[in-house]
């Protein structure tokens, strides 16, 4: 509902506006796939666009239109191309062929598509390497077990969050050869009660620790509630369990947002593809605590080491579950093996859901 | 294994109470003859607003209290449309469906983010100390306990009351009804409001004791499996709670399938409540008494002749 609201208030503002002043200023627009306030993933991409507008005042002017359904976004990717938005990002998976469409249309502006693998002459691609955080935790969590039992809340068996789970073992294992993962998956992104129940059923398994990749606060909350310790995911999410909270894997768009308009803004553009992480700040770690010095002193090592290349979560040999030791160059595994990553790692035990 | 079992029991429990409560309301709504497809809706207004008082009057009482109202007051303009205007109830379930998520997500606007501590349990001394089932039945949450009393309220108000037969008549055949000078549209309309009233304590059972935050969407679908247990019931307030709990089960038993690493395909057992459902219709069917055990005129508008 407040859906057509915004789009109707937005065609209305684009009637409104002087021509003049939309020529002066650049206009960028934003669509998400959830509410801003769902404290998760859309809410830290209108952090990013409120750091554009924080970034270039006076000379930017930013729009969004939220919980827009992923079957339904050509009207509303569109709806910003027409009212003279130059530079739009896209954010869900879903958006991709969407994007790809109204870009067809609109080739004088500029799209953004996170997380997508199709690109174009005026659209771009970027996506974060959230391995790289959940490596961090997985050591956290192996240092903390004293059951040696985690417990993993998985949204969705797609390439991104099996690599999680992968990142996040390998951490553990490598600080705690006996230490073992539990995975149950929700089946959707964000439905808090069924994240919730699947952190207590790890718990109910032995599992002393949560860690998640879906969008809500349950799991942690559900941890918090029996005393165990949990990790936050996507933004800081340490305000609902301060004691039990270790650190939150954070996405940061700011930076990526603020480089890409100023590109625009000089002229110097580009399609591309960027896939990055702790290096260039996408992704951040929350601060670190409710653990001891030597394994506070472990995660910042660790998270310095991945920035600085020292460290790389999947450094070969990467030896699959069935046995098989994956193909390897450099020493490490490329992004697209990580991108595309549909298998689970020797010692994780159950399987991906087909 | 004999330490977690209470442990999942309690966790099915708390799983299935909000399916409990908001199917028992619309149980009571359909066999007045009104189908309310906005239990969705009702029921995330219901966690918004429950939610907000909560943090506003630092009270869950009153935040509990809230959110059934609140869910009542949206109940109230489906009533209006439905029962007195006679407007077609699909649609009109539907637009308070679609109202109460965008409504909920108003009322909830600066509510998102804030934690807030739970409600403690209610523990019975001796009870709670028998084996297995007393951690999971004698500790609960007050609202566990008061769904228990709807069980046998709504039971018993259906079955053995005055007002109960009356609604069930104005449910079965509302111009027979008329015709006996029932008072049809007013009986159908408090159906309607308890409805309401039941799915508002549901959602501030999400939001205030299932999951303790406010976020928009956060029901994700939970009115509709009401609405599909009260089918599963097929008009029998038992068969509505061992669906409930059923349900409940299943959800928890799938997720512990996975963490045990059991190769048990999830998604099955995720769709089993509603394969169960379409089981249910189609065994109804083949018996041959009547269709789905649904009142007779459900979903028919009803329009006084002068």
Redesign the interface.
Known sequence: ??HFLKLGALALAAGLAAPALAQEKLKVGFIYV??V???GWSYQHDVGRKAIEAAFPGKVETTFIE?VPEADSERAIEQLARTGHKLIFTTSFGYMEPTLKVAKKYPGVKFEHATGFKRDKNVSTYSAKFHEGRYIIGKIAGKMTKTNTI?YVGAVPIPEVIAGINAFYLGAKSVNPDVKI????V??W?????????A??????G?DIITQHTD???PL??AA?RGKLAFGQASDMS???EKNILTSIIDDWAPYYVERTRAVLEGTWESKDVFDGLAKGKVKMGPYVNMPDDVKKLAMETEEGIRTGKIDPFTCPIVAQDGKTVECKDGKLNDGQIAGMNYYVQGI???I?K | MIDTLPLILGTILTAATPLLIAALGEHVTERAGVLNLGVEGMMIVGAASAFAVAVLTDSSVLGIAAGALAGLAVSAVFGVLVVYLAANQVATGLAMTILGLGLSGLIGQNFVGQPRAPIPPIEFPLLKEIPVLGKALFTGDPVFYLSLILIGLVGYGLNSTRFGLLLRAVGENHTSAHALGLPVRRIRFIAVLFGGLLAGLAGAYLSLIYTRFWSPGMSAGRGWIALALVVFAAGHVWRLVLGAYLFGGITVAQLHAQAGAIGLPSQLLSALPYLMTIAVLLLLSISGRRGSGAAGSLGQPFVPER
């Not at chain 1, 964000?190 to 699947?198: H, L, M, T, Y």
């Open positions: 509902m407040r959830g509410p306030g769902d404290f919980s417990g539990k995975v149950a998956w089946f959707d964000f439905n808090p009660g069924k994240e919730g129940d699947a207590k059923a790890l718990l109910d398994q599992a809500s606060p349950a909350q559900q509630a305000r609902f369990a035990e159950g399987t859901p």
